[in-house]
């Protein structure tokens, strides 16, 4: 592996008493492409958070490309390039769908985007997830599907160099389900590095290099896709024993 | 084109303004058109937190009033300097006082944000109250110059000075919403947690957003005492005031710089009129009416029912 762009070392975040996180060590390659599974409550959410500034984590670091951003706030993350979805969309409400891409486009991404006519550029990232024909309708109209892409949409227009993708599968058709995996494929092509939280295990299985579990806020396992599948620990996780 | 069609028609009001005031020689019209625009300045200054951000609140008065006392404590303590010091000075003084309660309570969200401003309402109120080198409880007098250069009385510079601070505050009120800081304030008003996630530095606009909130507001009130000549606390600070600013924008539109400016121009003429012919009593009864009406009715405003109108159309064309 090559330096990594992520690293999260022993990460604990409580909610009051309760122990969302315990303990969770994450590391991410340059251009990797991570699952990160676990049952309902194991604490991906709450990881994704804190990796991205969301919630603040009282004990552990979060480093990115190089320099430690534990305590800094979600926006400057997302200006360095760390991106999320969120697993229940929160589109600008207010905004058509295009403007809400030009959120992104003016902050995160404002020192990066190209010269270009940047509403243009929104329409490419529009086309990507196929809804360049409704780019001035309300967003707040949408469909849960459309919403998801929607929420896509936006996280590319951020040009992220970590994308954390929350469950953005939950709900489609299966075509559907390739039809994200081919847009999230296509993005770590162009060198980002990707964090995949899903509960489909076809669709994991197949994007990931390298999958974390968690079960009640700890690591269980970190390996191959093969591993994983094999590994007793999960199996238990999931299946109870 | 557009833009330009914009200061034109700035310039044009401010001459019209000027204008005005050589010709008119009846002072009640300058008195009743003093009293819109004053609305008008709070309703544009409220609507920046309030509706451009989101953060409704109660307390907006309260930084009329500082601004009313900023010119009290200018006059008492330098003999009585020009107004127009006090009119620059205010603004300041209220815009830093909007960055530090922006800064201690806008963690807050929704109701409890809106119950701390009022309490910061009324904590400044309580200072007034008890500082005497103001006039305290009791209030202040303040005797209008008896000379004034250029205008044929007192009245008329002031008509003169709030018709500039208004257009000010529509110049700062359109640049806010159609910049990109707008953009920002409107991302953090639909979903706060998501504009930080993208990259919109959510603190930093909104203590942005109640700094210009505080220094407008501040700027409304620095000319009131000289337009009642005597200002006590418990009518500078009257809840009253607060709600005729959100009344404002609630009636002309929250989400555009032009909202309050319609609201304003609407409710001023409105309340001026009634209370003239009528009763101010009856007056406050048909704001709290219209205010309703608009509520239940048409909750984005007049500019929303425009919009809402130029939509259908076009619908219908199609
Ligand atoms: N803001 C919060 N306050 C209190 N508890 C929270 C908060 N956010 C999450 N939790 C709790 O932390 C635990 C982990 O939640 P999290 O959302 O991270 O799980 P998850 O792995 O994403 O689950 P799912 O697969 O259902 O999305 C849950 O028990 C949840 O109830
Ligand atoms: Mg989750």
Same mark, same amino acid.
């Given at each position: 592996?090559?330096?990594?762009?992520?690293?999260?070392?022993?990460?604990?975040?409580?909610?009051?008493?309760?122990?969302?996180?315990?303990?969770?060590?994450?590391?991410?390659?340059?251009?990797?492409?991570?699952?990160?599974?676990?049952?309902?409550?194991?604490?991906?959410?709450?990881?994704?958070?804190?990796?991205?500034?969301?919630?603040?984590?009282?004990?552990?670091?979060?480093?990115?490309?190089?320099?430690?951003?534990?305590?800094?706030?979600?926006?400057?993350?997302?200006?360095?390039?760390?991106?999320?979805?969120?697993?229940?969309?929160?589109?600008?409400?207010?905004?058509?769908? $295009?403007?809400? +891409?030009?959120?992104?486009?003016?902050? =995160?991404?404002?020192?990066?985007? *190209?010269?270009? %006519?940047? @509403? !243009?550029?929104?329409?490419?990232?529009?086309?990507?997830?196929?809804?360049?024909?409704?780019?001035?309708?309300?967003?707040?109209?949408?469909?849960?599907?459309?919403?998801?892409?929607?929420?896509?949409?936006?996280?590319?227009?951020?040009?992220?160099?970590?994308?954390?993708?929350?469950?953005?599968?939950?709900?489609?058709?299966?075509?559907?389900?390739?039809?994200?995996?081919?847009?999230?494929?296509?993005?770590?092509?162009?060198?980002?590095?990707?964090?995949?939280?899903?509960?489909?295990?076809?669709?994991?299985?197949?994007?990931?290099?390298? $999958?974390?579990? +968690?079960?009640?806020?700890?690591?269980? =396992?970190?390996?191959?896709?093969? *591993?994983?599948? %094999?590994? @007793? !620990?999960?199996?238990?996780?999931?299946?109870?024993? | 084109?557009?833009?330009?069609?914009?200061?034109?028609?700035?310039?044009?009001?401010?001459?019209?303004?000027?204008?005005?005031?050589?010709?008119?020689?009846?002072?009640?019209?300058?008195?009743?058109?003093?009293?819109?625009?004053?609305?008008?300045?709070?309703?544009?200054?409220?609507?920046?937190?309030?509706?451009?951000?989101?953060?409704?609140?109660?307390?907006?008065?309260?930084?009329?009033?500082?601004?009313?006392?900023?010119?009290?404590?200018?006059?008492?303590?330098?003999?009585?300097?020009?107004?127009?010091?006090?009119?620059?000075?205010?603004?300041?003084?209220?815009?830093?006082?909007?960055?530090?309660?922006?800064?201690?309570?806008?963690?807050?969200?929704?109701?409890?944000?809106?119950?701390?401003?009022?309490?910061?309402?009324?904590?400044?109120?309580?200072?007034?109250?008890?500082?005497?080198?103001?006039?305290?409880?009791?209030?202040?007098?303040?005797?209008?110059?008896?000379?004034?250069?250029?205008?044929?009385?007192?009245?008329?510079?002031?008509?003169?000075?709030?018709?500039?601070?208004?257009?000010?505050?529509?110049?700062?009120?359109?640049?806010?919403?159609?910049?990109?800081?707008?953009?920002?304030?409107?991302?953090?008003?639909?979903?706060?947690?998501?504009?930080?996630?993208?990259?919109?530095?959510?603190?930093?606009?909104?203590?942005?957003?109640?700094?210009?909130?505080?220094?407008?507001?501040?700027?409304?009130?620095?000319?009131?005492?000289?337009?009642?000549?005597?200002?006590?606390?418990?009518?500078?600070?009257?809840?009253?005031?607060?709600?005729?600013?959100?009344?404002?924008?609630?009636?002309?539109?929250?989400?555009?710089?032009?909202?309050?400016?319609?609201?304003?121009?609407?409710?001023?003429?409105?309340?001026?009129?009634?209370?003239?012919?009528?009763?101010?009593?009856?007056?406050?009864?048909?704001?709290?009416?219209?205010?309703?009406?608009?509520?239940?009715?048409?909750?984005?405003?007049?500019?929303?029912?425009?919009?809402?109108?130029?939509?259908?159309?076009?619908?219908?064309?199609?």
């Amino acid at each position: 592996m090559t330096e990594p762009i992520l690293s999260v070392t022993n990460l604990t975040k409580r909610f009051g008493g309760f122990v969302a996180l315990d303990g969770v060590d994450v590391s991410l390659g340059d251009k990797e492409r991570l699952g990160l599974i676990g049952p309902n409550g194991s604490g991906k959410t709450t990881l994704i958070n804190c990796i991205s500034g969301a919630l603040y984590n009282e004990q552990g670091k979060v480093n990115f490309e190089g320099s430690d951003v534990t305590g800094t706030t979600a926006s400057s993350r997302a200006k360095l390039g760390i991106i999320r979805t969120f697993q229940i969309p929160r589109p600008f409400r207010s905004m058509t769908i $295009i403007e809400n +891409l030009l959120i992104p486009m003016e902050y =995160a991404a404002s020192g990066r985007m *190209e010269s270009r %006519n940047l @509403r !243009d550029q929104a329409m490419e990232s529009l086309e990507i997830v196929g809804l360049q024909d409704r780019a001035d309708e309300n967003s707040a109209n949408l469909t849960q599907i459309d919403m998801r892409r929607l929420e896509l949409a936006r996280a590319l227009s951020a040009k992220p160099s970590l994308l954390l993708s929350d469950e953005t599968m939950a709900g489609l058709s299966s075509s559907e389900v390739d039809e994200v995996l081919d847009i999230l494929f296509a993005l770590n092509g162009r060198g980002v590095a990707v964090i995949m939280i899903e509960h489909i295990m076809r669709a994991v299985m197949k994007y990931s290099e390298r $999958i974390v579990v +968690l079960d009640a806020g700890k690591k269980i =396992a970190d390996g191959s896709p093969d *591993e994983i599948v %094999n590994n @007793r !620990d999960v199996e238990r996780a999931y299946l109870g024993e | 084109m557009k833009l330009n069609k914009f200061w034109f028609i700035i310039a044009a009001v401010f001459l019209i303004g000027i204008a005005f005031t050589m010709v008119a020689d009846n002072e009640f019209y300058f008195y009743a058109t003093y009293a819109v625009m004053q609305l008008m300045i709070m309703g544009i200054a409220w609507n920046i937190l309030g509706g451009f951000t989101g953060y409704v609140n109660f307390g907006s008065g309260g930084f009329f009033a500082a601004g009313a006392y900023t010119t009290v404590f200018l006059h008492r303590a330098f003999d009585a300097p020009p107004l127009l010091i006090a009119v620059l000075v205010a603004p300041m003084v209220c815009g830093l006082i909007g960055l530090g309660v922006g800064y201690f309570t806008l963690r807050l969200k929704g109701v409890y944000f809106a119950i701390a401003t009022l309490a910061v309402a009324i904590i400044l109120e309580t200072i007034v109250v008890n500082w005497e080198f103001v006039g305290g409880a009791g209030g202040y007098y303040l005797l209008i110059p008896e000379n004034v250069v250029f205008f044929d009385s007192y009245i008329e510079w002031l008509f003169v000075l709030i018709l500039a601070i208004t257009l000010i505050a529509i110049i700062v009120s359109r640049y806010l919403n159609s910049s990109k800081i707008g953009q920002g304030l409107a991302a953090i008003r639909d979903d706060e947690l998501a504009a930080e996630s993208m990259g919109v530095p959510t603190l930093k606009l909104k203590l942005i957003s109640t700094t210009v909130m505080g220094g407008l507001m501040g700027a409304a009130g620095a000319p009131f005492p000289y337009f009642i000549t005597f200002v006590e606390p418990v009518s500078a600070f009257n809840l009253l005031v607060a709600v005729m600013a959100i009344a404002v924008p609630m009636i002309g539109g929250t989400a555009s710089w032009i909202g309050p400016v319609i609201g304003g121009l609407l409710l001023g003429t409105i309340q001026e009129t009634v209370t003239v012919n009528i009763s101010s009593e009856l007056n406050l009864l048909i704001v709290g009416v219209v205010l309703v009406g608009f509520i239940s009715l048409a909750p984005q405003g007049i500019t929303g029912l425009y919009q809402d109108f130029m939509r259908k159309r076009r619908k219908g064309n199609d």
